[in-house]
Structure formats: C-alpha cells, structure tokens
C-alpha cells in the first residue's frame, strides 16, 4: 500500500512553541501535500511540494521532502490554539491527483 | 478554489435502508472524488466520478454498495445501500478544480448505522 505513515500520532505542546510531524511513504511520489482537518469535518489544504523540491514555506509552515528516505516533515512554527487539529500527508503517485493520505497526527495546542 | 456544499451533515439509519448524500459545487470541475473516513482513521479512497463516465472504484468498494452519479459539472451523488453499522463512518466528496493539484473538500457526512 502506498498509504504514509505519520508519526507522532498525537502531539501535545504549549501555543508559542513548534510543532514538527513527519509523514513516510512507500513508493515513488509525484507530489506530497498536507492537509488540516478540524474536529473530524472537511479537509483544509495547507501545502503541496513536489517531489523534485526539497523544502518549501508558506507563513508559519515548513514542509521538507526526502525522496531518498521517502518521508516528509511539516513544521508548524509559533503555534497557536487555533492549530488544534488533525494534520495528513496525502501522496500523489499517479499524477492524477488521486490522493493516498496516512494516518495522521493529532496536535492539540494549549494557551 | 471552489466552494463546496455537501448533505446531510449528519444521518441516523437503520440497518438495511439506504442513504444519499450530495455535493454541490460552486464550480465546474472534471474530477470529483469520494472518500470514506472510519473512526479515528485516515481517509480511504472510494471512488472517482468523473462528468459523463462510470465512476471507477478502489479495491474493497463496489458499485452495488455505494453508487455514484455524476449527472453533470457540479454535483455528485453517493449512495450507501443496504447499511449496516460498519458503515458508520464519516464520508466526504471532494473536488479537482481546473489546473489544481489540490484538492478542496466538503464538509462531510457523519454517518450513524444502528
């Protein structure tokens, strides 16, 4: 299965500090992107990388690739309460934007 | 971007009946994807509906037990037959605008099979 893994599962920090997910996969990937989900609703994209970029931001995310390793990381700097949520990796193998999403990480954020 | 309205937000069924949920969006868009999301788990790939074709289902998921129709650019119809309570789940449409590679989802059904 080419579904990714993220890890940690969950993820319990104080608002101001970083939050740092990763998220492996298993075969070869035309893009990875990263999804928010609120309280189990619809998903929110937040960034997509493909696999020929190494790193890429947009505000407070960071998001890394590693081909070789087949894993990517997300980094949600100077968080806030407002971050609560489940976050997926989502790989695109096919080109045709038929996602594979791993199993996420909770992050819950505390003022 | 698009803008999409999915319902019901949430059902109670009972075993046997059938349920249809709907997605409605605020543009035109080739691809339209179904996706099932159990409790606490990560989201599983039911189907594509792509305008003016049969939708093509992933392995694990057939016609039978969940039609799709796709009757043109801007809505979508998923249907789970003959439910049982392992339908409880949370099912969600989403969308593939033009040149997107991102794709922008409903709010999802919360389904309860008693």
């Known amino acids: 299965s080419q579904q990714g893994e993220e890890d940690p599962q969950a993820l319990s920090i104080q608002e101001g500090e970083n939050a740092t997910m990763n998220c492996s996969y298993k075969t070869s990937i035309n893009n990875l992107q990263w999804y928010r989900q609120n309280s189990g609703r619809g998903l929110v994209h937040l960034i997509l990388i493909r696999s020929n970029e190494r790193e890429k931001h947009s505000g407070r995310l960071r998001v890394t690739l590693d081909t070789s390793k087949k894993s990517s990381s997300l980094l949600i700097t100077a968080s806030r309460a407002a971050d609560t949520a489940s976050y997926f990796c989502?790989?695109?193998?096919?080109?045709?934007?038929?996602?594979?999403f791993g199993k996420g990480t909770m992050l819950l954020v505390s003022p | 971007s698009a803008v999409i309205s999915q319902k019901p937000s949430r059902d109670i069924c009972q075993r046997g009946t059938s349920l249809t949920i709907q997605c409605q969006v605020d543009?035109?868009?080739?691809?339209m994807f179904w996706y099932r999301q159990q409790p606490g788990q990560s989201l599983t790939l039911i189907a594509t509906?792509?305008?003016?074709?049969?939708?093509?289902?992933e392995s694990g998921f057939v016609i039978d037990k969940f039609p799709i129709s796709r009757p043109n650019l801007t809505f979508s119809t998923l249907t789970v037959s003959n439910m049982s309570p392992e339908d409880s789940s949370i099912y969600l449409c989403?969308?593939?605008?033009?040149?997107?590679?991102?794709?922008?989802f409903g709010s999802g059904t919360q389904l309860s099979v008693l």
């Open positions: 989403s969308a593939l605008p033009g040149a997107n590679e991102k794709l922008f």
């Open positions: 509906a792509n305008q003016g074709s049969e939708a093509t289902y």
């Open positions: 989502a790989t695109d193998a096919s080109g045709y934007s038929t996602l594979t």
């Open positions: 543009s035109q868009v080739t691809m």
